[in-house]
């Protein structure tokens, strides 16, 4: 198989419109709401390449998104319409990483994000390696790069503070 058929292969593309719950006073998808379609079209693409929730739960693994690093190129404004396209990247340790872009109708860019992902067991909530045939998916599309970086981890979010 060739890099381009593997890439297609790989590669999971999800259509999307801008609802009016996804939007905010001005508009504009809200960050949240672009969170969400990315972690949609990961659990979708899991699934397609037969390592989504249905495939974890007979080894009792599940997955926690554990690290996220989102850029904004523009906004996309309500009842618009785009495209993500989301990738396994790579495995580092116990991560699994997993790559985003999302494009509006003429392909532009809207954003882009790196995430990773911890396989946790479902009895002990402690971090495990997939076994098998897996493992090689996740290492096909290690120089594609939504972003040029790693994802930076989720901290919380304290009352009264605002994250930027």
């Given amino acids: 198989m060739n890099k381009n058929s593997i890439s297609e292969h790989l590669e999971y593309k999800m259509p999307f419109s801008v609802d ?16 969400n379609l990315f972690i949609h079209s990961a659990f979708l693409s899991a699934d397609s390449l037969h390592f989504g929730f249905s495939e974890l739960q007979k080894q009792n693994l599940f997955w926690v998104l554990r690290q996220l690093s989102v850029e ?4 996309l404004k309500w009842k618009k319409h ?4 989301t990738w396994p990247k790579d495995q580092h340790r116990i991560m699994y990483l997993r ?3 999302m ?3 003429e392909n532009e860019s809207v954003a882009k994000a790196s995430s990773s992902w911890l396989a946790l067991d479902y009895y ?9 045939e897996m493992l090689e998916i996740f290492t096909k599309l290690k120089d594609k ?3 040029p970086n790693p994802p930076e981890k989720l901290f ?9």
Avoid at 82 to 85: A, H, L, S, W
Avoid at 156 to 164: A, D, H, Q
């Fill in 82 to 85: 785009g495209n993500i396209v």
């Fill in 145 to 147: 790069h939504a972003l």
């Fill in 103 to 105: 494009n509006n109708e």
């Fill in 72 to 75: 904004m190129d523009h906004p």
């Fill in 156 to 164: 919380p979010v304290r009352e009264g503070e605002i994250s930027e």
């Fill in 99 to 101: 790559d985003f872009l």
């Fill in 124 to 132: 002990s909530k402690r971090p495990k390696t997939l076994k098998g």
């Fill in 20 to 35: 009016t719950c996804m939007a905010d006073m001005n508009m504009n998808i809200r960050l949240g709401s672009i969170v």
